[in-house]
């Protein structure tokens, strides 16, 4: 058992408690994403895509879309 991960480690030990406040989900974090997910991970990155950030003098940030014509958000 020396290579086994930490959070299993941690769920073993903690046995007691997780009777009392029931089970914790124990998945695998190493699987591969479903077709579903990789889709939506690229409209995501699609639409972070279509935003610049944009610093303030005071230090703050704020975000406005990269077309240039669109002066909507400036």
Known sequence: ????PFVQKF?????KLRS???PAVSSSLD???TEENKQ???RRQQE???WETVTR???STYLV???PEDRSLR
């Open 1 to 4: 058992m020396a290579g086994e």
């Open 11 to 15: 769920m073993r030990t903690t046995n």
């Open 20 to 22: 009392i406040f029931g």
């Open 31 to 33: 699987h591969e994403m």
């Open 40 to 42: 939506l991970l690229l």
């Open 48 to 50: 972070a895509q279509q």
């Open 57 to 59: 003098p005071d230090g």
């Open 65 to 67: 879309p990269k077309n």
